[in-house]
């Protein structure tokens, strides 16, 4: 009874009108952006501001939404979020990955993404939940949270979002992320199908989720960790055949990372200690950057970008100097409540659970599937953290629970002419990709490739699987 009460209530927002000015084509004027710091001029428009998910609790979650470059009211809209437990999708997603700018190397300005994903599609970035990033709450036990606060908080954030958008709520859309928004974009896409299930009115219109280096089982995404570590050298075979002889990673846990054998754990932390700080995780062929050379540079205004392999290793630093302008706060019509605190890329306010992290995500998977709903799971082959090694694998017998045969052969994807990664697929609905010398970040890394495969997924079409007509 009381889950019947529940789910009327929140249907009953989404015919609740909202008392915000409108500007041009309903949206709402006070959250436009006019312009960004040292933004470089565009044609399209952006909106940031919040959305007040429990109004008594005073919690409230931040956006940033960046229209498509070109005929924005005939592209769907993409939802993305960034993983941690705790980091910022704006900070993230927005501002170093897929949006339409990075920061500049002096940390005071601004320049275009030519691979932004706004090409194809309008895009949404929300710092969630409350405690990361400009996203607050004015009572401190909602920063005690987990996947299922994390999971309504979004649902009620969307359905008064479109509030704000009206126009865009018969739009497309797409569910995106990466990292632990394993867990996040998951969880939120089956609380939507419920809500769909249960509304007489307003449905959302999920067409894809795509999901990049994705947590969805912790006790195979762990142990592919070290199986990534020795296939790449980086530590010995004594190491390496230790750990995966002796460790039985079923009890591996996020709270108790550790709690395997003593021959296990001593094996573990010399992997780790071999490793090292000198080795970046996330992109294991990147170089390193160091803060407090970046950090000196910055307050002197020099231009200090470290270059490597085409990536600026020191953007992290750079975004983090530039969201902490009072000027660019003030543009983004962000930090309203005054925080005591600096923006920062991951929060450290948060006590997230440390058991959902255990939790498996393809039973929810396969229930998004069979709601004949397309599943992308895509991986940068140079991440450690969570390597495509468990995430293939894991697609693999997620196929099998659901009687899929192979629909696309295990095999290569091109990119102008390159190749761009290996793919495959399962029953029409389920495709595995990996994107090659992408790390965890993969438009990071490797955005050209990666604005190739959102567009397969926005489109509906399988990644080009030939490369250019040969020249005359």
């Excluded at 199986?227 to 009890?251: P, Q, R, Y």
Aim: with cysteine; net charge neutral; aromatic share 12%.
């Amino acid at each position: 009874m009381e889950l019947r009460r529940w789910w009327c209530l929140m249907a009953s927002v989404v015919v609740a009108a909202a008392a915000v000015r409108r500007g041009v084509e309903g949206f709402p004027e006070e959250d436009l952006v006019e312009r960004l710091p040292g933004q470089p001029k565009v044609g399209f428009r952006q909106f940031a501001g919040y959305v007040d998910v429990d109004v008594k609790a005073g919690r409230s979650l931040f956006y940033y939404f960046v229209e498509a470059d070109g005929d924005p009211e005939k592209k769907p809209l993409s939802l993305w979020l960034n993983g941690g437990p705790g980091c910022s999708s704006v900070g993230g997603g927005a501002f170093t990955e897929l949006g339409p700018f990075f920061p500049e190397g002096n940390g005071r300005g601004l320049r275009r993404n030519k691979y932004s994903w706004n090409k194809v599609s309008n895009l949404l970035f929300v710092e969630s939940p409350a405690g990361v990033g400009w996203s607050y709450s004015n009572t401190t036990s909602d920063y005690t949270c987990g996947d299922k606060s994390t999971a309504k908080d979004m649902y009620t954030f969307l359905l008064r979002w479109y509030e704000k958008f009206p126009e865009l709520r018969s739009r497309d859309l797409f569910l995106t992320g990466e990292s632990y928004a394993g867990h996040y974009i998951p969880q939120l896409a089956n609380v939507l199908l419920k809500h769909n299930w249960h509304s007489t009115g307003f449905k959302f219109k999920i067409k894809g989720v795509a999901i990049g280096n994705p947590l969805l089982r912790l006790d195979r995404d762990a142990p592919a960790t070290y199986e990534f570590f020795w296939s790449h050298g980086m530590i010995s075979d004594e190491i390496g055949l230790t750990i995966m002889s002796k460790c039985d990673f079923e009890d591996y846990t996020f709270s108790s990372p550790h709690n395997v054998s003593k021959t296990c754990n001593e094996a573990i932390e010399k992997a780790n200690a071999v490793v090292g700080d000198y080795i970046n995780d996330y992109d294991v062929i990147l170089d390193v950057c160091y803060p407090q050379i970046v950090e000196q540079e910055l307050r002197l205004r020099k231009y200090v970008t470290k270059i490597s392999v085409g990536v600026d290793v020191c953007m992290s630093l750079e975004r983090y100097f530039y969201f902490n302008l009072p000027e660019v706060q003030s543009a983004l019509h962000a930090n309203r409540t005054k925080l005591p605190y600096s923006w920062s890329m991951c929060s450290g306010l948060l006590k997230y659970s440390d058991v959902d992290g255990n939790i498996n995500m393809l039973p929810l998977l396969k229930r998004i599937i069979m709601h004949k709903i397309p599943v992308w799971v895509f991986s940068g082959d140079q991440d450690s953290v969570v390597p495509l090694l468990g995430s293939r694998t894991l697609v693999r017998e997620l196929a099998h629970d659901l009687k899929f045969g192979v629909t696309v052969p295990y095999g290569v994807w091109f990119h102008k002419g390159q190749v761009g990664g290996w793919v495959t697929e399962y029953g029409n609905l389920l495709t595995f990709a990996t994107v090659r010398g992408a790390s965890h970040m993969v438009p990071f890394a490797q955005p050209a490739r990666a604005l190739t495969l959102f567009t397969s997924i926005v489109h509906g079409e399988r990644l080009p699987n030939a490369t250019w007509p040969p020249l005359s």
